[in-house]
DNA sequence: TTAGGGTTAG
C-alpha cells in the first residue's frame, strides 16, 4: 500500500456525520478520488458511518468495504460484529468473531458484549463465556454485565446467580440484571431480597420490580413500590398503568394518566395505546377523544400500534364512523389494524362491509393471519353468511397455510348452529383440535335451544356440565333444557346440585361514562 | 465503540 496521504479534515467529519446510506456513498466517492480510500483508519471511519446508519443496504455494503480491508483494525471487527449482532439475523456475528479469533487481531473488551449479543442460543453463550476466561476479561463489568444479563434473559437464573456471586467488582446494572433474571421468570419475591438489600438504586432498578410485580397481577404491590421511588421516567409510568389495564383496574389507568401530567414526564406511544385500550374497555370516548386531541396537537405520526388502538377505541366506544376515518386517513397499516377495523365492522352489525376489508387484504400488501380469521368468520356468523363462512373456513389452511384453532371451530359451530345446521355443527365440533372445549359446547347448546333440537342440546349441555362443574352457567342451561322438556324433577334436582356444590351465580357487570366519570353497574341495577 | 426497563387487536 502507498504512503497515506494526509487525509482533509472536511471529508473524515463529513463521513463521521453521515446519517444515511446516501450520504456514506458520497463520502466513498470522494475518498476514491483523492486517493484516501487507501488509507486504513479512512475506510474504517468510511465502515462504521455506514453500519451506524442501521439501514440494512448499508450492513452489505459494510461488509464489502470489510472484506477489503487488509488488515481490520479490532475497532473494524467490533463494528462489524455489533452491525450483524443488531440486524434482523445475528448469526454473521458469531461467523466474524471467529474469523477475528483466526487473524492476528486480538479481540478487545469491547468485543464481548457486541458477541454475547448475537448469542441467540444458549450453547452458543456458553463458548463465548469459556472463551472469555481464555482470553483474560473475566473481571471487566462490562463484559460480565452483558454475560449476566444474557443468562438472566435465557432462563438461566443459576448460572446467573453464579456468576454474580463471583464477581469481583459489582455495579448496579449488575444487581439489576439479577434483578431481571429473577423478574422475568416471575420470581419476584427473590428479586425483593436483593432490591431491598441493594445501597444503591436506579431508576432502572425500582421499574424492574415493578414490572416484574405487574406482569404478575400483583398491582397493589407495584403501586406501593411506584409511590415510593423518588424519580419516575416514562418507563415506570408506563409499566404502572400497563399493569393497571391488564388488571382491569381502567379508572385507575385514567387517573395515572391524568396524574402523569402534572410530572414532567410526556406520554409516549405505549402510554397512549394502553390508555386507549382502557377507554376502549370502560367505553370512555371523552377519554379517548382527548388523547386523539394531544396525539393531533403534538404531530405525533397516527401508525402501528397507535393506529390499532385509535380504531379500536373508536370502535368499542359506539364511534364506527370515527374507526373507519382513522383506519382510512392512516397509511402506514399493519394486519392488527386492519383487524381491529374488520373487528369494529363485524360487532356494528356491517358485516358484509367487514368482508370486503378481509378481501381488500392481500391487494394492500397484508398477510392475514389468525386473529383476521376469527373476526371475519364471526362476522359471518352474526350476519349469516353461510356460504362465505364455509369457504373461508376451508381456505384458511389451503389458501393461507393457517391451521384452524379452537377460536375458529367456535365461530364455525355458531355459524352452522344459527344457520340450523345442527348435525354439521356437531360434526364439526368433534373434529376440532382440542377436544372437551366448553365454548364449542355452549355454542352448540344455545343453537339446539334456538332450534328446538332437545335431545341433541341435553347432550350438549350434559357434556358442558361434566367439563365445568364449577360454572353456574352450565347448570342453568341443562336445567332450562329440562324445564323445556317438561321434566321438572330433573329440573329441580340441577337447581339443588348446584346448592350442595356452592355453585352461585355471579352477576353480569358492565361499565359506562357519564359526563367523563366512569360508572360500574350490574344485571338487575 | 461496550451492558439493563414498558405496548395493540379475538
Not at 95 to 104: D, G, I, K, N, V
Not at 156 to 185: C, G, Y
Not at 488 to 501: I, N, P, T, Y
Request: aromatic content about 8%; overall charge negative.
Amino acid at each position: 500500500m502507498s504512503a497515506t496521504p494526509l487525509p482533509p479534515p472536511s471529508i473524515l467529519s463529513f463521513t463521521d456525520m453521515a446519517t444515511n446510506l446516501s450520504e456514506v456513498h458520497q463520502s466513498h466517492a470522494h475518498m476514491i478520488k483523492t486517493g484516501l480510500i487507501h488509507s486504513p483508519a479512512a475506510a474504517a471511519r468510511l465502515l462504521s458511518s455506514a453500519v451506524a446508519t442501521d439501514e440494512l443496504p448499508a450492513l452489505a455494503y459494510a461488509d464489502s468495504l470489510f472484506s477489503r480491508l487488509p488488515a481490520p483494525t479490532s475497532f473494524a471487527w467490533n463494528s462489524m460484529i455489533r452491525a450483524h449482532a443488531r440486524a434482523p439475523d445475528p448469526a454473521p456475528a458469531l461467523q466474524l468473531f471467529y474469523r477475528m479469533l483466526h487473524s492476528p487481531t486480538r479481540p478487545d473488551k469491547y468485543t464481548f458484549p457486541f458477541v454475547l449479543k448475537a448469542c441467540a442460543a444458549l450453547p452458543e453463550a456458553f463458548q463465548i463465556h469459556a472463551r472469555i476466561l481464555k482470553t483474560g476479561f473475566g473481571s471487566d463489568i462490562f463484559v460480565l454485565n452483558t454475560l449476566l444479563h444474557t443468562y438472566a434473559i435465557n432462563g438461566l437464573t443459576a448460572e446467573a446467580l453464579k456468576l454474580f456471586a463471583r464477581m469481583p467488582q459489582k455495579d448496579v446494572i449488575s444487581w439489576n440484571a439479577m434483578i431481571n433474571a429473577f423478574v422475568t421468570h416471575g420470581l419476584v419475591g427473590r428479586a425483593r431480597k436483593l432490591f431491598d438489600k441493594m445501597s444503591e438504586r436506579n431508576v432502572e432498578t425500582w421499574n424492574f420490580m415493578i414490572s416484574g410485580y405487574s406482569n404478575l397481577g400483583l398491582v397493589d404491590q407495584s403501586r406501593e413500590l411506584f409511590n415510593l421511588m423518588p424519580v419516575r421516567d416514562i418507563v415506570s409510568w408506563n409499566a404502572m398503568i400497563t399493569g393497571c389495564a391488564r388488571t382491569g383496574r381502567f379508572d385507575e389507568v385514567i387517573s395515572l394518566f391524568q396524574e402523569m401530567q402534572y410530572g414532567n414526564v410526556w406520554p409516549d406511544e405505549c402510554t397512549f395505546v394502553n390508555v386507549l385500550s382502557a377507554c376502549a374497555r370502560v367505553g370512555s370516548l371523552g377519554q379517548g377523544e382527548w388523547i386523539r386531541a394531544y396525539v393531533d396537537k403534538n404531530g405525533i405520526e397516527i401508525k402501528g400500534f397507535l393506529a390499532t388502538a385509535l380504531v379500536d377505541m373508536y370502535s368499542k366506544c359506539g364511534s364506527i364512523e370515527k374507526a373507519l376515518q382513522v383506519f382510512n386517513n392512516t397509511s402506514k397499516k399493519d394486519v392488527s389494524t386492519w383487524n381491529a377495523m374488520i373487528d369494529g365492522l363485524s360487532s356494528h352489525g356491517l358485516g358484509e362491509h367487514a368482508l370486503r376489508l378481509f378481501e381488500e387484504m392481500p391487494r394492500n400488501g397484508l398477510v392475514p393471519n389468525g386473529v383476521t380469521f376469527v373476526n371475519v368468520l364471526s362476522a359471518c356468523s352474526h350476519e349469516g353468511l353461510l356460504n362465505e363462512g364455509c369457504r373461508i373456513f376451508n381456505d384458511m389452511a389451503r389458501v393461507y397455510g393457517i391451521e384452524p384453532e379452537i377460536e375458529h371451530y367456535g365461530c364455525m359451530v355458531d355459524l352452522l348452529g344459527r344457520a340450523g345446521l345442527l348435525v354439521a355443527a356437531e360434526e364439526l365440533l368433534r373434529r376440532a383440535p382440542v377436544k372437551d372445549a366448553p365454548v364449542l359446547w355452549r355454542s352448540l347448546l344455545s343453537a339446539c335451544r334456538e332450534h328446538g333440537d332437545l335431545e341433541l342440546a341435553e347432550i350438549a349441555a350434559k357434556q358442558l356440565l361434566e367439563l365445568s362443574p364449577f360454572d353456574s352457567s352450565c347448570y342453568i342451561q341443562l336445567s332450562n333444557v329440562y324445564a323445556l322438556l317438561g321434566r321438572w324433577e330433573d329440573a329441580r334436582m340441577l337447581r339443588e346440585m348446584m346448592k350442595v356444590q356452592g355453585v352461585k351465580k355471579e352477576p353480569g357487570c358492565s361499565t359506562i361514562e357519564v359526563d367523563g366519570a366512569i360508572h360500574e353497574f350490574f344485571v338487575g341495577d
